[in-house]
């Protein structure tokens, strides 16, 4: 009866993606912000992968979907750590309740 | 209790405990490291999911290049930082009321869904990295293409804007 089942898989993705969430509400440091959103693209991705061995229409075609949002993740870090490195040279802060200049 | 059984449940367990070790940690050198475990953790879930190839590129992309990436990120920048969020109560609470507000939403539709049963018996005379290169380089060449094109970009953008400036030689 222990076997294995898609209901597993897409609850330890469910509490990634909410830890994700509650890290990039609420930490300060905009590089831990940075992580916490890589952690909800990566529960996205165990939920692809499970689909695509348990799914209704199991295909390869969810792995084939995480690879391509791993390159845009992959992507997505590389060009904000250098918008951070940017800001950092500006305003001295990594901290992003001081990163309001646009707000006033 | 089955072996597969046995390892999604150190694997789950090494996942979420990492992620939450990030959340409660305060120096963020460590959260980086934590959460390098999780990254290590998926992949072992990906094997789990018959995903080797899926597994190998997320060691790669995510506990490589992505965890070293942070490291860089933080030692350029306020390396040690100590992250606090104490002064902000009522943002927490919100930030927590909300993620508790998803999560029970999620749970419930998970265990209201009959799922379909237990997977059908995979062919494993092909191997999973071939069946996924014969779909990719059939279906999927334009995506292929395209993202290749995206990767140039983030690249050239990544480096001219971590670039000084006034720096024009």
């Known amino acids: ?104 | 209790m089955s072996g597969s059984f046995a390892a999604f449940f150190i694997l789950s367990l090494l996942t979420i405990g990492g992620a939450v070790f990030m959340i409660s940690f305060t120096r963020v050198v460590h959260m980086v490291i934590s959460l390098g475990v999780t990254f290590l953790s998926i992949a072992g879930l990906f094997i789990l999911l018959e995903a080797e190839f899926v597994a190998v590129s997320q060691v790669l992309v995510y506990s490589g290049a992505i965890s070293i990436l942070m490291l860089f990120g933080i030692m350029l920048t306020k390396h040690d930082a100590i992250e606090d969020g104490g002064s902000r109560g009522v943002n927490r609470i919100v930030g927590f009321l909300i993620v508790a507000v998803f999560f029970a939403i999620c749970f419930w539709a998970i265990q209201r869904t009959t799922w379909p049963g237990p997977a059908p018996i995979s062919q494993p005379d092909v191997s999973n990295a071939k069946q996924i290169g014969m779909e990719v380089f059939t279906k999927y060449v334009i995506p292929f293409e395209l993202v290749s094109v995206l990767l140039l970009v983030a690249l050239v953008g990544a480096i001219i804007m971590a670039k000084k400036e006034g720096d024009n030689e």
Do not use: C, W
């Open chain 1, 1 to 104: 009866m222990m076997t294995l089942q898609l209901p597993s898989f897409l609850l330890v993705a469910l509490i990634l993606f909410s830890v994700g969430l509650y890290g990039a509400l609420t930490k300060r440091n905009a590089v831990i912000v940075l992580l916490s959103i890589e952690l909800m693209l990566n529960a996205a991705n165990i939920n692809l992968v499970a689909f695509a061995k348990y799914g209704l229409h199991a295909a390869i075609t969810g792995q084939i979907f995480t690879l391509f949002s791993m390159t845009v993740a992959a992507a997505e870090v590389a060009v904000g750590l250098a918008i951070l490195i940017a800001l950092y040279r500006n305003r001295a802060t990594v901290n992003i309740d001081e990163m309001d200049t646009m707000k006033h």
